[in-house]
């Protein structure tokens, strides 16, 4: 079989098992093991039902009748209606009532009844919460022992069904091999569960502990970079007290901490959306949005960053476009990516930002001409793992900007890369949908 039939084959199976025992996505692990065994369970009885008929044990084969009706039910309650914990109990309690009036119609202690109830008690425990195990093993242990004592005095209750010793043999033998081969699956199915659950369940707590290490020193660096302005307006301060400042330096100083106090802000906000999203989880509102008139706004902000440091900003935006998105995630994004840029570009060099149709598509560039990214910070650059570094105005950031420009991009059925340029510097491009 080529790798494709295998796959499409592998593929049937796994949708037929969704059929059976229902999505993971929508029912516990609890109601999928009971699916199983309860499907499992249907398919034997009915087997049973002729099969105990053509051997002679006619009564069995009307009490097993009855259970295919009953077990039908139940498993229509369990897989279409979810009542899982009302299902298991009516369930065990039917099977150990079925299985003690068919004692006395198949052999009593010499018959196949002993091993249907051993098997009974063990998917009993693969489909019961915990907290039911002693109701069960005690219901188990009152009935089959009731039994065993009450023939023990009265053997004359029990109806003779075997007339030959083949007939015994050919009670036995299929019982047996049927315990077996459902134990058999049972044990896997519930190992291979176990074993499934337990691996996401490792996966989610690794993930938490990368994510609260890497809040731990994201909220270091925010300590640490948050006393650098306040310090710097606090000796400004201090120094108005104590001496007189002429006009000029006065405005220069006041630039300055204008430009540290709006760089702080923006780290503030950075860092107040991603502690919301933390708390809320993403919620987008993905509407037609004029891309002009989004990131407009965006650059008359960052004009102090550009002016400061003498950088020429050029755009070549298409007023006509525009793309289905949020629009204050978008201009998130290109506030990252425009200070980023103005951010690692030295003095006099250039920021050139663009907009443009690409099939179905929008695409928006901000490329600068900066020193570009170094290779060993690529791999991690929207990730929480990347260390911010010093700009070429030793500005300083925490690293969370692009890591947002990433959870943005992906919530708004986007995409965001980078590329440095041979000419040097870089260009980070963003696309999303246009709006139909």
């Not at 099977?95 to 998917?123: D, H, M, P, Q, R």
């Not at 896997?188 to 890497?214: C, D, P, V």
């Not at 980023?340 to 929008?362: E, Q, V």
């Amino acid at each position: 079989m080529s790798t494709t039939g295998t796959r499409n084959l592998l593929q049937r199976v796994k949708t037929l098992s969704h059929f059976i025992v229902g999505d993971p996505q929508q029912f516990t692990l609890e109601n999928r093991i009971f699916n199983a065994i309860c499907a499992i369970a249907l398919i034997i009885i009915a087997i049973n039902v002729p099969y105990n008929y053509i051997t002679g044990l006619t009564v069995t084969s009307f009490i097993f009748s009855i259970l295919v009706l009953a077990f039908a039910g139940i498993y229509y309650l369990s897989r279409y209606r979810k009542m899982v914990n009302l299902c298991i109990a009516i369930s065990v309690i039917m099977i150990n009532v079925a299985f003690a009036i068919n004692y006395f119609y198949s052999g009593g202690i010499e018959g196949a009844s002993l091993l249907s109830f051993t098997l009974a008690f063990f998917l009993t425990m693969l489909i019961s919460p915990a907290r039911q195990y002693y109701w069960w093993i005690g219901l188990n242990l009152f009935t089959v022992l009731g039994l065993i004592i009450y023939e023990y005095y009265h053997p004359h209750a029990i109806q003779p069904v075997y007339k030959t010793r083949e007939d015994i043999f050919a009670d036995m033998t299929p019982t047996y091999i049927i315990n077996v081969v459902v134990i058999f699956v049972g044990t896997i199915y519930l190992k291979n569960a176990y074993t499934k659950e337990k691996k996401q369940g490792e996966e989610k707590t690794r993930s938490l502990e990368i994510m609260n290490t890497e809040k731990s020193k994201l909220f270091s660096l925010i300590s640490h970079d948050l006393r650098n302005p306040l310090a710097s307006i606090q000796s400004y301060l201090q120094l108005m007290r104590e001496i007189e400042i002429d006009p000029q330096n006065k405005i220069q100083i006041e630039t300055e901490l204008l430009y540290v106090v709006n760089s702080t802000q923006e780290m503030l906000y950075n860092i107040l959306v991603w502690s919301k999203t933390q708390m809320d989880g993403l919620n987008v509102n993905l509407v037609p949005v004029d891309v002009a008139a989004a990131i407009l706004p965006i650059l008359k902000i960052n004009k102090m960053a550009v002016a400061k440091k003498k950088i020429s900003l050029d755009t070549n935006i298409d007023a006509s476009i525009k793309v289905m998105a949020d629009i204050n995630m978008l201009q998130l994004i290109v506030r990252n990516l425009v200070g980023n840029a103005a951010k690692f570009t030295p003095a006099g060099g250039s920021i050139f930002i663009t907009t443009s149709r690409k099939g179905d598509k929008c695409l928006i560039e901000v490329k600068d001409s900066g020193a570009g990214i170094d290779a060993s910070r690529q791999v991690d650059m929207f990730s929480l793992k990347v260390r911010s570094t010093f700009g070429t105005d030793n500005e300083k950031g925490i690293g969370l900007g692009l890591f947002l420009c990433k959870e943005y991009t992906n919530a708004q059925q986007g995409q965001i890369w980078f590329e440095n340029n041979k000419q040097g510097g870089s260009s980070f491009y963003l696309e999303l949908p246009l709006a139909n």
